[in-house]
């Protein structure tokens, strides 16, 4: 699976919208876009995934370009309880690569 | 609560110590996973089992010794550990670990703390 890239660490107010940029321009026609999020000191949680479309779940919303270079994660009210690191993956198949994620820290 | 539990949560063993951590999903899924991830490093892969047979060993150490008896449980049986080895070891299910051009999410258990002395 070809990596990932994502900004390091990220502040958001409560209540606010949260977008995560990631930016995945060596993605293959076949491979989807993930994302998952670790609180700390529990495992990661699926968050939601998409391959070209947009994609919106209770959790998050997923905005592709249509070049698919890219990619943006929204949280559209986030609480305190989304402080946490959010990975960005790329894959094809079942092997999952974690890279370093993005820690998103919402403050009051 | 995801459904894959794993226990212990925290163990702490000396370098001469066999210990097993254990792993066991609830979700009816056909594939789990061994993922280490170390202090300020990324997650790594360190096996996959799909239909109780191993699909993937992601050259680890042979003092790390996996066994799936079952869909549902998986083990990690540890000897003659290093201090480097200390790390957060996580299990992982899915539905089908056969790949393909879709990806199955994975569900994590919290993981247990090994530390090594």
């Known amino acids: 699976d070809a990596k990932t890239t994502q900004p390091p660490s990220m502040d958001c107010a409560e209540g606010r919208a949260a977008n995560l940029p990631c930016n995945h321009s060596?993605?293959?026609?076949?491979?989807?876009v993930y994302w998952y999020r670790q609180i700390h000191s529990q495992g990661p949680q699926y968050i939601i995934h998409g391959l070209k479309n947009n994609e919106t779940n209770e959790m998050a919303s997923l905005i592709i370009t249509e070049d698919r270079k890219s990619s943006t994660l929204i949280l559209p009210h986030a609480t305190l309880r989304d402080t946490a690191v959010y990975y960005c993956?790329?894959?094809?198949?079942?092997?999952?690569?974690f890279g370093e994620g993005t820690q998103l820290t919402v403050n009051p | 609560e995801t459904g894959v539990t794993q226990t212990p949560r925290h163990l702490v063993m000396g370098m001469t110590n066999k210990k097993s951590l254990k792993c066991e999903q609830h979700l009816g899924h056909n594939a789990m996973y061994w993922y280490k991830q170390s202090a300020k490093k990324p997650l790594e892969l360190m096996f996959v089992?799909?239909?109780?047979?191993?699909?993937e060993n992601n050259s680890v150490p042979s003092r790390f010794s996996p066994e799936c008896p079952n869909s549902s449980h998986l083990f990690l049986h540890l000897h003659t550990l290093q201090p480097e080895d200390s790390a957060l070891y996580l299990c992982?299910?899915?539905?089908?670990?056969?790949?393909?051009?879709?990806?199955?999410?994975?569900?994590f258990g919290s993981g247990t703390q090994l530390s090594v002395l």
């Open positions: 089992y799909n239909f109780k047979e191993q699909t």
């Open positions: 060596t993605i293959s026609g076949n491979e989807y």
């Open positions: 992982a299910s899915s539905q089908d670990g056969g790949g393909g051009g879709v990806y199955e999410k994975l569900f």
């Open positions: 993956i790329e894959t094809s198949g079942s092997r999952l690569t």
